[in-house]
C-alpha cells in the first residue's frame, strides 16, 4: 500500500531558528496536504498542494510539492513557541480516494 | 470547535468488552473518516464513509466496524477488546469524496483495561 514518510522524527529548535520537515512518497501523488497537531489536540488542517513544484506560503510556513511530485516540504522561517507541536503530511494517490498521513515530525521550540 | 463533535471523549474499559464510538461531521460535509492514533504514533486510517456508503477501508480491525447513517453522523463500533486497542480514536469530515481538506473532532481517548 501507499507509504508516506517524514524525517525527522523529532526536531528541537531555539525559538528564532528556522525548521523544515520532510515529506516522501513511495508513488506519485495527485495531491498533499499538511497538518499541525498541538500537543492534546487534534490534527488541524494548514494547506492543500496540488500541482507540480507548486509554492505556497502562509506567514512564516512555505510548502513546497516536487516537481516529481512525490515529495513535499514544510518549512518554518523564525520559529516561535506557538509553533510547538507535530506536523503531519497526508498524500493522496493517484487512484486512491483518502489521505494517507505520513509519521509526523514533532517540533520542539526552545524559548 | 471544529464542529466535528466526536462523544464520547475519554471511554475506560474491559478486555473483552465493545463499545461505540460516534462522530458527528460538520454541517455540510459528506464524508467521514476514522483515524486510530496510538501513544506517539501517526495517524492510521481505518474507514471512510462517503453519504452513507463504505468508500475506503485501511488497517481496520475484522473486530472494528462503522457505519454512516442517513443524518451523516457515523458510529465506530469496537468489539473483544484487547490492550493493545487504547489509542485515541480521530473523526474526520469533508465536504467531497476526494480533495479536500479534512476537519478533525477532538478524539475519543480509549483506554482497555
Redesign the interface.
Known sequence: GQQVMQIPQYQHVQEGEDFTTYCNSSTTL??I?W?KQRPG?????LI?L?KSGEVKKQKRLTFQFGEAKKNSSLHITATQTTDVGTY?C?G?GDT?????????TSLTVIP | D?GVTQTPKHLITATGQRVTLRCSPRSGDLSV?W?QQSLDQ??Q?LI?YYNGEE??K?NILERFSAQQFPDLHSELNLSSLELGDSALY?C?SSRG???Y???????TRLTVV
Open positions: 495527485s495531491n496536504q497538518y489536540g487534534h490534527p488541524v488542517f492543500q496540488v503531519f497526508a493522496l486512491g480516494n483518502q489521505f494517507y498521513f505520513g509519521t509526523g | 471544529s473518516y483515524y501517526g495517524l486510517f471512510q468508500r475506503a485501511g480521530f474526520a469524496q476526494v480533495g481538506g479534512y476537519t478533525f473532532g477532538s478524539g
